[in-house]
């Protein structure tokens, strides 16, 4: 065997190896041939099948290809006699210009199968039309059914005519008035027969009832008119679902023939130069209105709502209160009347102020009956009523007007308040007792700012309860905060010694900012700032505040428009910051009048702060000659028995009473606290500088520094409660504890080495006290531990006692 082996013979090579290995294996190679030669015939076999396969495959592809060369010679030949007829019938030279004839051709035939269409539905138009026109005396409930179709082919013909780019809008003119043609021909015809029926009830007296006889023909009347007006019905309701802002509900038509001789009524008593009809007094027609409504409700639920539940209370229909319900539906038809009567006079009043907001404020008192002693809500009964008021505000636009004329109202009340000068006095009677007592005038604004609020929780526009919010109730916080501003910085001006200087005032002219009588002052700002700032955070609690608050957040996560010249930056720099925060505000962060409140609580804090220094500043100059006592040191115990007050501090005491009794009467608990808290701290720091650390002391000096501080304490707790007021000298007192230790072997001083009343009557001795607290920092915190001394730290423990004669010398 050759040595290069082509690929076939390798293949045979290595299958003969593979089946032939030992000699037992040459005894089955018969059977080895035989399989070779079976397997060599069934691939013969194969391949023939295949050959013959691929044979008709190409045959067909041949005959597939010559059949598409003959389709496209055809259709070839085809497309030439088509262009060449459309050139003969458009009489073109070309093949394009042919094509643009005969585009032009084919709008024409679409513009008139398009006219032929309008035509078809005109012409049925006019036959539903007349059909009407026929029926209408002999079958009226079949001229409803006319009317009815007319109205469903009237209704789509604006879509159709939007696809048809506005084909024929003449025909859809038409149609649409031909229908309401119809509507009126049959409106007539029923309200016709209803008004008969009406009279031989004798309507419209209060006591009308229906008799058995003309049961019957009340049920088929009213039945009808309701019929008439379904579709009408239907189409407002279409349009209010596609609107954010609802229009009011349509008047149902019996109740429209109903008021009718009412209305005939409220127009001769309130028109003309009659006295029921006057500019001043609208109240007059709105409670006649109301006592329609209360006069013939009984009327209508009993002759009405059946008929309107068995028509309306199947679909969207019967969600609308005005629709299903009778007194609802009653009080609807008589809007009507208001809103003609409203339209007429307001042109004649909005000139005149004060007529125009008693108008306005008459209104809105009229829908909130409407609202709370017929609980109308005529839409749906998740949306308020919104009123005449909105009527007259939003749909008429006189809110700017009205807005004009209550914001100067509310500017010229508080001017007037202001001018009041009795009013900057505090009112010691309008408040408790235990609060603070803000000025009258804050109590008047606060009453001109609810009287604001009430004036606009009622309107159902955002933008407009915003716009009164902001222009005229922050405003007016705004002004009177800057007034409040203003008289403490003035006070603070011509108490200063700059202040006395530069104006030329004499230490004995400020006889009305010394003493209790610039406390006064103070307290008036102080207490005013602290009543509206707790005013701010009620209301913000207010469930109509707290509404406008969630509104706004809303509009604000949301990008929301509000209408006029208010925008979110303009409203958050006046409410709260956090509604233009980036990250979603929770449901207790911000308010409307987080920031009106903030600027009053900086000045209630400021006011606060002067109030406490001006007490200090005179506490210390009252307190100065008794800095310059120097006898602590030569004091003996022989003639000090009973420890009376040192007599420089006399008249620091008294001045201390007399303005701790004004606090406490100007001033509310936690305030009075407060403030004596930080007097107490002053007047410690004061004592402790000025005597404690610069005098020397005997033990008689001691106890008679100890009482005297005692004397201060009970002038706190006299009108802070006990112990309350002593708490702000505690540093004090336990530093005069140490400084009062009896010497070792020497009698103590009654009452000299007890400054509190539950102080051990054995106190440690001055030196073993001495000895330990100056051996280690250890060694004194242990021994003032022992001594119930918490507030002096070791070092300072060393400076007090230093100032011990015995341990002096």
């Not at 049925?124 to 026929?134: G, M, R, T, V």
């Not at 109903?258 to 028109?271: E, G, K, M, N």
Request: glycine share 4%; with cysteine; charged share 25%.
């Amino acid at each position: 065997m050759s040595s290069t082996l082509v690929p076939e013979d390798a293949r045979i090579r290595d299958y003969l190896d593979d089946r032939l290995q030992t000699a037992a294996d040459l005894e089955s190679l018969d059977v080895l041939l035989d399989n070779i030669k079976s397997q060599q015939t069934l691939l013969r076999q194969q391949l023939k099948e295949a050959k013959d396969e691929h044979a008709n495959a190409t045959e067909k592809s041949h005959a597939s290809a010559q059949a598409l060369r003959e389709k496209e010679a055809a259709s070839r030949e085809q497309q030439a006699k088509i262009q060449q007829t459309l050139m003969e019938f458009t009489h073109a030279d070309t093949y394009d210009v042919a094509m643009a004839r005969f585009k032009i051709i084919r709008g024409s035939i679409h513009q008139v199968e398009i006219a032929r269409a309008y035509l078809e539905l005109g012409k049925e138009a006019e036959a539903l039309s007349k059909s009407c026109a026929a029926n209408v005396e002999k079958n009226v409930d079949q001229a409803i059914i006319n009317y009815e179709q007319l109205e469903s082919l009237a209704k789509g013909l604006p879509a159709l005519q939007e696809s048809s780019e506005g084909a024929a809008p003449q025909l859809v003119d038409y149609v649409l008035s031909t229908a309401a043609t119809s509507r009126t021909t049959i409106f007539d015809h029923l309200a016709s027969e209803l008004e008969s029926t009406l009279k031989q009830i004798g309507w419209p007296k209060p006591s009308a009832t229906i008799p058995d006889n003309l049961s019957s023909k009340w049920s088929e009347q009213i039945g009808r008119l309701l019929d008439l007006q379904k579709p009408e019905l239907r189409k407002a309701a279409d349009v209010n679902a596609t609107r954010s802002s609802k229009e009011e509900p349509v008047v149902l038509a019996p109740l429209e023939i109903l008021v009718r001789p009412l209305a005939l009524r409220f127009q001769y008593h309130f028109s003309g130069e009659r006295l029921t009809n006057r500019l001043e007094k609208p109240e007059y027609f709105l409670n006649h209105v109301l006592e329609l409504i209360d006069e013939y409700s009984g009327f209508v639920q009993e002759n009405i709502q059946s008929h309107l539940v068995k028509h309306y209370r199947d679909g969207d229909l019967s969600f609308t209160p005005a629709y299903v319900d009778a007194t609802s539906a009653w009080i609807t038809a008589l809007m009507p009347v208001l809103r003609r009567k409203l339209q007429g006079i307001l042109p004649k009043i909005v000139k005149q102020s004060n007529l125009f907001s008693n108008l306005i404020n008459e209104v809105m008192a009229f829908d909130g009956k409407l609202a709370d002693d017929w609980d109308y809500v005529p839409l749906s009964t998740a949306i308020p009523f919104r009123g005449l008021s909105h009527f007259i505000l939003s749909d008429l636009e006189y809110f700017p007007a009205w807005f004009a004329v209550e914001r100067d109202f509310a500017l010229a009340r508080y001017d007037a308040i202001i001018s009041d000068r009795s009013t900057g006095n505090l009112d010691f009677d309008s408040v408790d007792s235990r609060t603070t007592k803000p000025s009258k005038a804050a109590i008047r604004v606060n009453d001109l700012l609810e009287t604001i609020t009430d004036r606009y929780r009622s309107l159902s526009a955002f933008h407009q309860k915003m716009k009164f919010l902001i222009d005229i109730q922050i405003a007016v916080f705004d002004k009177f905060h800057n007034r409040l501003h203003e008289g403490l910085e003035a006070y603070l001006t011509r108490t200063s010694t700059v202040g006395r200087t530069v104006h030329g005032v004499g230490q004995g002219d400020n006889a009305d900012l010394s003493g209790t009588n610039g406390l006064d002052r103070i307290c008036r700002v102080f207490g005013s700032a602290e009543y509206l700032e707790k005013a701010m955070r009620d209301w913000s609690e207010d469930t109509f505040f707290l509404d406008l608050w969630e509104e706004l957040q809303y509009r604000s996560r949301n990008k929301g428009q509000i209408k006029g010249d208010l925008t979110m930056m303009d409203i958050a720099a006046k409410t709260s910051a956090t509604i233009t925060e980036k990250d979603k505000p929770t449901e207790l962060q911000g308010a409307l009048f987080d920031e009106t409140a903030a600027s009053y609580r900086r000045l209630r804090v400021r006011s606060e702060s002067v109030l406490v220094d001006t007490i200090t500043y005179d506490l210390r100059n009252a307190l100065r000659s008794y800095t310059k006592v120097n006898t602590w040191a030569s004091m003996s115990s022989s003639g000090s028995t009973g420890h009376s007050q040192t007599a420089e501090l006399d008249a620091p005491v008294r001045l201390l009473e007399e303005y701790m009794t004004f606090l406490a009467s100007a001033l509310g608990t936690s305030s009075l606290r407060r403030v004596i808290r930080h007097i107490g701290l002053n007047a410690q720091t004061y004592l402790y500088d000025q005597v404690l650390l610069r005098h020397v002391f005997s033990t008689a000096g001691a106890a008679q520094f100890a009482a005297d501080i005692r004397g201060l304490s009970h002038v706190f707790d006299r009108h802070t409660g006990p112990r309350q007021g002593s708490r702000s000298l505690s540093k004090l007192v336990e530093a005069v504890k140490l400084l009062s230790l009896p010497v070792k072997g020497e009698t103590p001083i009654e009452g000299g080495e007890k400054l509190e009343q539950n102080d051990e009557l054995r106190q440690p001795g001055l030196w073993e006290v001495e000895r330990r607290v100056f051996a280690s920092n250890e060694s004194a915190r242990e021994v003032l531990e022992d001594m119930g001394i918490a507030l002096v730290s070791e070092t300072e423990a060393r400076e007090v006692l230093k100032k011990r004669a015995e341990i002096a010398s």
